[in-house]
């Protein structure tokens, strides 16, 4: 990849090529600074120089120059040459019988063909690079636990001998620790390898994502495809342990070999273990989802009538067909949309009104009890406790791509709020603060709902903030969104639910504008929804990307069809 195309590149002069750009020439296309303005003006005379500054260049598409007639722009593609040609090439009969093509189809796909490998890099090769590397350090620490095992039984068989076997025992838990260790390594420098190629995979990414965007076309035809080399996945490594065959104490002298040796350990490796990943949120392997448009007027599909004679919250799909519900309530409700019936209800264990519900995925509901400080899962209609909480209480809660669980909860005086993964009870990382270390979210009793966006990366809906609060997947903050002016009641941006789509779109309830505001993964506004919401509040979507909206208003819930 170039190097200009990194986030961290300073722009140079074009003439001097170390001061930083400052001027800009929209005749000639050239960037320099101040010292070098003079001696462009007067290397051609002939044309008329338009030198402005650098941020009020124009933006359109820089052709390339071409080689052979330095002064001309390239705007066709020779196909049989594979090099981009002026007027004068074409003149000059040198592409005689070539096929031309025009240089921005060329462009198009081109920038087609970088972003399919982006997609893959992203989407599929990082992922199961991540798999890998969490297979390694799970070897890893059973390889910890089995070695302690090994030890443990030693110790066990050493305690029925006289006390003269001591030293042979010590002997023998160095020979495991120097095995152990061994081993250790050899993992060690193979997940190094991994999360070095993982590195690059991201490198590969953020150079790919600068290039999508670039006009200049000279950029574009220097990238070289490097996905191929990332697909050939790393060997697996698989430890083998030594055994520990016990003997029968007969003669002292022959102690050794009486009490116990141990086998070699090894690594077997498999060339096959492991597979690329393929997740829900790719269709195929190296293909991105159908590209879907936003209609010009979303439209109201159904309206389901829920019951709740308190305020209805939320709403998450089971499936296109079930939706599950709940409110100020102690009673979460599952309905069938197209029959606009009650199929189910479940009642919470404790009693308490329940603060948020989710559907992991393998289709069970979970349900935060923020006065009983705890997560449940329904499974066949009985409630399990997962997660209980200290000094801390569930709000909201989310089922990620991967199976873990994302909770948002508040400290017990209200001053504290953070979002911790779950994998099963197991916490496996906080998300509290920003690189500065202040607090990535308001704190207090505030309603935040949280949600899982296709690139990994976490979305809070902060109405404590007034904001949509988006983190990636390690937790470095990415954007806020503060709302977009003019709002169809011209009244402040207060977020409610939360979901995404397919297209990586995030939808958000603004609940006193009585609509949801779609933005792109990026934190760009793109449109809103209204179709005559009232309070909307809790969001979810289905597999076809048809949006339901929980209405305060009126205990009803809305489906929306918003994409092609």
């Not at 590969?204 to 990238?223: G, P």
């Not at 936003?294 to 019951?307: A, H, Q, Y």
Request: aromatic share 8%; proline share 3%; hydrophobic share 30%.
């Amino acid at each position: 990849m170039d190097p200009r195309t990194s986030a961290k590149y300073v722009m140079r002069c074009d003439l001097c090529e170390t001061a930083v750009v400052q001027i800009h020439c929209d005749t000639c296309l050239v960037n320099l600074c101040k010292a070098c303005v003079g001696e462009h003006m007067i290397s051609d005379q002939s044309i008329s120089h338009k030198v402005v500054s650098f941020q009020a260049r124009k933006s359109y598409i820089i052709y390339p120059g071409c080689t052979p007639h330095s002064k001309e722009r390239c705007k066709m593609y020779c196909k049989q040459c594979e090099i981009p040609v002026c007027v004068s090439c074409i003149d000059s009969n040198e592409h005689l019988g070539h096929e031309l093509s025009k240089i921005l189809r060329v462009f198009d796909e081109k920038k087609e063909s970088i972003t399919k490998e982006r997609n893959e890099l992203n989407d599929i090769i990082y992922p199961t690079y991540q798999d890998i590397a969490s297979d390694v350090q799970n070897r890893m620490s059973q390889l910890e636990k089995e070695y302690g095992d090994l030890s443990t039984a030693i110790t066990k068989h050493g305690e029925d001998w006289h006390r003269e076997i001591d030293k042979l025992v010590k002997k023998l838990k160095v020979e495991i620790d120097v095995m152990k260790n061994t081993q250790l390594q050899t993992l060690q420098k193979h997940l190094d390898k991994i999360n070095k190629k993982m590195s690059d995979i991201k490198g590969e990414i953020n150079a790919a994502e600068m290039v999508i965007v670039t006009n200049d076309l000279s950029k574009l035809f220097n990238v070289t495809s490097s996905v191929h080399i990332y697909r050939n996945l790393p060997n697996k490594i698989m430890p083998s342990l030594p055994k520990f065959n016990t003997g029968k104490l007969h003669l002292r002298k022959e102690l050794g070999k009486l009490f116990g040796s141990l086998s070699s350990s090894s690594f077997t490796l498999d060339k096959h273990g492991y597979s690329m990943k393929t997740t829900q949120k790719s269709l195929e392997a190296g293909s991105p989802p159908p590209v879907k448009q936003l209609l010009d007027e979303p439209e109201t599909v159904t309206t389901i009538d829920t019951g709740y004679t308190d305020n209805l919250y939320n709403v998450f799909c089971l499936s296109d067909e079930k939706i599950w519900t709940s409110g100020l309530d102690i009673t979460m409700k599952l309905f069938s949309i197209n029959q606009r019936s009650l199929l189910k209800s479940i009642t919470t264990k404790s009693g308490n009104i329940q603060d948020d519900i989710a559907v992991t995925k393998s289709g069970d509901l979970v349900y935060t009890d923020y006065t009983d400080r705890t997560v449940n899962i329904v499974k066949n209609e009985k409630i399990k406790e997962v997660i209980r909480l200290q000094n801390w209480r569930p709000r909201n809660v989310c089922s990620t791509s991967s199976g873990d669980l994302l909770v948002i909860m508040d400290s017990d005086d209200y001053k504290q709020t953070k979002v911790v993964r779950y994998s099963g009870s197991t916490e496996k990382q906080t998300i509290q603060f920003n690189d500065e270390g202040n607090p990535l979210y308001s704190s207090g009793r505030y309603t935040r709902y949280i949600t899982e966006n296709r690139n990994l990366d976490i979305c809070v809906s902060d109405y404590g903030a007034d904001a949509v609060v988006v983190v990636n997947q390690a937790g470095k903050l990415r954007f806020r969104y503060s709302g977009h002016t003019p709002a169809p009641k011209n009244k402040p941006f207060y977020p409610r639910g939360i979901t995404t789509d397919s297209q990586s779109h995030i939808l958000t309830a603004d609940h006193v504008n009585e609509c949801v505001h779609i933005i792109d993964q990026d934190g760009q506004f793109l449109c809103y929804i209204d179709c005559g919401l009232r309070k909307p509040w809790g969001l979810c979507t289905d597999t076809n990307d048809n949006l339901f909206v929980a209405q305060w208003g009126n205990e009803r819930v809305k489906k929306i069809k918003y994409l092609t």
